[in-house]
Structure formats: structure tokens, C-alpha cells
């Protein structure tokens, strides 16, 4: 926390106004599960099959110069070499968010050394039945937790990152939190999923009504034992109790195309270099304010965490807003809880009608044809 307050202030004091918080390094697109609402691996085979060489990977962080570095993918813990990657950024100094699926964690994770500067940082898409269904692998939450425990024992820091969908049962991720919770990560990441125009799944992307409904629901009368890895104010965006516009050059992409324009969730070209990233991208025609139909809905941590905590440094009205959203963040909502009463919407896939249970307790899968 002290070394992103630092890094920001120093660019505000620079009167930088585009500057990256998190660099998105993705060394390859190759992954192991196929989950329906991905459209990051929907490349063909000769693409799959590259791997980022890890000079390259490591010129590229140190051309961006953020204080942390997310490797998603793919699954990184495919690319034959992902450890020498990190063994660089680590030495570097740079916070590390290896985003992995944890299937091969307890394979590869003797590759690895223990730092306070890397995080596995594992995709669980909720409870076992909900996460299974979601990255469409039968197993999947039980081989995960299984490589979460292994590399708590070996002492490295863990984080979970979840995408919500529409259909999410409020319930059903409040209590996975708590699983999480016991099992002992540090944090829990969480954010709506973007609207991938290759996913096969186009019909269950969340709307920002529907966001701020469901996001209501989850995080309002909070529980003081959840740990969250993301900024307060954001967390509120998504509940709808701010707003901000998306700061898509805070956390730029970087994969083996080039720098990623806008961001990673858009592909509009690529630049050569990070500073042509910054100079030559049109920024004013991203974000929800541009009337662009690609930002229209979107409310991923990746746009718009970044301006969450651009507002916490940028005013003394931020930063008390932040330390007020820590100090007290329980926000007690009766019609929150309510809401947590309603039954779970059905999900429609593929002419089938799935109903998947809210609690441990009370767990059914069903499915007709529609």
C-alpha cells in the first residue's frame, strides 16, 4: 500500500496524467480450461502455441515502470519459462499478481521461491458447484483449493479473483467469501465480467444496472472477517455508491502483439512502444462517458480500479472518502438484505435451462430444456 501511495503521488507531483498503476503482462494466450465467457483464448493454434521470450517480458516492465505487474493469460503457469520471468520482476522490486486457474499450481509451484513481492492470485469463480459450471471443468474448485492450500504451506502469499456474470446468486458468493476467508488467502478480488466480443457465452455479461444490483446485494451488511484486494472507493463503484469514468492507461497490456490499445479488454491495435501506447491512443473515445457501445456496460476492475484510486490521492475529499470506506465498511442496507432472499435468476445456455443452488446446504443443479 505504502509503495502504490508513493508511486502515485510522485506522478501527480510530476503533473503526469497518464501514468500506469498495474502493467497487464501476458506472456502467452495458450490455456488449459475453455471457460464460456473468455475471449482471451480464442486465437488460432500457431498463436496458442507462442510463448513470450522472457527478455522481452522483462524490457516491457521495465520500458512501463509500474510499481506491480499482473501476468494473466492463458494460464501463465503454461509458458515453460514463467518462473524466470518472475525470479526478474521480483528482483526488480515489482509487486507480482501471477494470475493462474490452480490447476497446475501444485506441479510448478517447486519452481518458485517464496517473496513478499509475489501472489499467486487464483481465478475462483465462486463456490464449487458455481465455479465448476462457470470455467466448465467438473473438479476445477476442488483441484484449485487443493493448489491454494499447497502454496500457503510453502509460505507464499495467495489472493482469489472472481468475474461475476449475470445469473450470480448474491448468497451463494457471500458464503463462498467466507470459504475463502477460512481457507486462509490474503484478499479476494472480484469484478463483473467484460463482455468479450469472441466469448462463446454472449448472453450472461452484466448490464450496469443489473451490477449495481447485484454487487448491492454482496457487499452491503459486509462481514468485518472479509479481506478484499482491491481499493474501497471501488468497491463502492460497483455498488453502486459512486461514479467514475474508466482510466484505461492505468493499467496498460503488454503481450506479444505489442501495447494493447485502449486497454486489455479492448483490442483496437497495438503500439510499438508504452510511450506510443500514451501518446498516439484516442483515449476520449473509451470509457462509459464516450458513448462508445464497447465501454457502454463495462465496470471491470481493470478500467476503473485505477480511477478509484486516482480520486483517493488526487483530493483531500479522496483520501477521506478511502479512510471513511475502511474504517467503516459493514454499510448496513435492509433492502440488501432483502435481496439476498430472492431466488437465483436461471441461467440459459444453449437451449438448457440451469438453476444452480445458493448454499452449501441447499445445493441442486437442474437442468431442463428450455
Partial sequence: MWTVASYVIKQQLRGR???????????????????AGCGKIQYPAHILKRNMPVDEALAAVDECGSPMVAIPG???????????????????????????????????????????????NVHMDGQKEHHDFAVCKEGGYDEAVEGIKEALKRG??????????????????????????ELGVEGITVSPGYQYEKAPDQQHFLGRENTRQLFRAILSNRKSSWKFNLSPLFLEFLAG???????????????????????YLLQDGYAESFQELLDATEWH???QESGNPKCA??????????????????????????????????????????????????????GQLVQIGASKDSKSRETTHA
Fill in 241 to 263: 455508491k459512486r461514479d467514475y469514468d474508466c482510466t484505461p492507461w492505468g493499467m496498460p497490456t503488454y503481450n506479444m502483439f505489442g501495447w494493447q490499445k485502449p486497454c
Fill in 17 to 35: 496524467k497518464r501514468y500506469p498503476l498495474v502493467m497487464m503482462l501476458e506472456p502467452l494466450f495458450r490455456c488449459n480450461l475453455a471457460c
Fill in 297 to 350: 456496460n463495462c465496470m471491470v476492475h481493470s478500467g476503473y480500479e485505477a480511477s478509484a484510486v486516482n480520486h483517493t490521492f488526487s483530493s483531500l475529499g479522496g483520501f477521506l472518502a478511502t479512510v471513511k470506506a475502511t474504517l467503516f465498511s459493514k454499510y448496513p442496507d435492509q433492502e440488501a438484505l432483502r435481496m439476498l432472499d430472492e431466488p437465483a435468476k436461471p441461467i440459459h445456455i444453449a
Fill in 285 to 287: 473515445k473509451y470509457g
Fill in 74 to 120: 492463458g494460464e501463465p503457469l503454461m509458458h515453460p519459462e514463467i518462473h524466470k520471468i518472475v525470479e526478474g520482476l521480483v528482483a526488480r522490486k515489482k509487486y507480482i499478481y501471477l494470475c493462474t486457474n490452480a490447476l497446475l499450481l501444485k506441479e510448478k509451484i517447486g519452481n518458485f521461491t517464496p517473496s513478499k513481492y509475489l501472489t499467486f
Fill in 156 to 181: 507464499f502469499r495467495v489472493t482469489t479473483n472472481s468475474t461475476l456474470f449475470d445469473g450470480t446468486d448474491a448468497k451463494s458468493v457471500r458464503a463462498f467469501f467466507d470459504e475463502m476467508m
